[in-house]
């Protein structure tokens, strides 16, 4: 009698954990299942000897969509924390670029600056700060219009009002818009991606709330 064994290698799925994450499909909430699988060798069709690991990934229970597991460490309220500093940041770069487009820094437009960067950010920012950044913009010739350009593919169109809001309010802190400022603000406008219609709509919104 002739006795065959038969053995091979199969991969097994285990489920390693359960929980809710934020699926990109679903939205947060979801459950999942984080799941590895990992070669065996079976004898008989039987897995018996756990061999390396083929991978692991994480599974929605509403869509079934599959992520990596980098998924579980994404938190969307710290993500958006992020994205909102960092438009703060550029915000203020933007609008030192409008205090910087006449040649001049005028100690009001200084203070109107520092006034509606803590209004928006809810952080206190001292004179000395916010000179010495100015400084540094200016030194490196940093082009605060290619930061705009870079801001409007993330904002829609009341965040793109408020940074021109922001930096109108910048030139008329002296009292006047000049020419190279006007030029400014149609330059922030076009890199933002508004058209000169909506411009004009947002400075004579501007204006009339300046005079109510």
């Known amino acids: 009698m002739i006795l065959f064994i038969i053995f091979g290698w199969r991969g097994v799925t285990f489920t390693k954990e359960n929980g809710t994450f934020f699926c990109p499909q679903c939205g947060d909430g979801s459950p999942f299942k984080h799941k590895t699988v990992r070669n065996f060798f079976t004898l008989y069709f039987i897995p018996l000897i756990p061999l390396n690991k083929l991978g692991e990934y994480v599974e929605c229970g509403n869509c079934q969509g599959t992520f990596n597991v980098e998924i579980l460490d994404y938190d969307p309220e710290a993500q958006a924390g992020q994205v909102q500093a960092l438009f703060m940041v550029a915000m203020k770069q933007v609008m030192i670029g409008m205090l910087l487009a006449d040649g001049n820094i005028d100690d009001q437009e200084v203070i109107e600056l520092q006034q509606i960067f803590q209004d928006l950010a809810k952080v206190e920012v001292t004179e ?10 200016q030194s490196q010739g940093i082009n605060t219009l290619e930061l705009a350009a870079e801001l409007s593919g993330e904002l829609n169109d009341n965040g793109k009002e408020m940074v021109v809001r922001s930096a109108y309010r910048i030139a008329g802190a002296d009292g006047y818009v000049d020419e190279s400022e006007m030029n400014f603000l149609h330059q922030l406008a076009t890199a933002l991606q508004l058209s000169p219609a909506h411009l ?6 501007a204006i009339e709330h300046s005079n109510a």
Not at 128 to 137: G, P, V
């Open 128 to 137: 000395q700060d916010l000179r010495e950044e100015i400084a540094n913009i």
């Open 200 to 205: 004009k709509g947002i400075m004579a919104e």
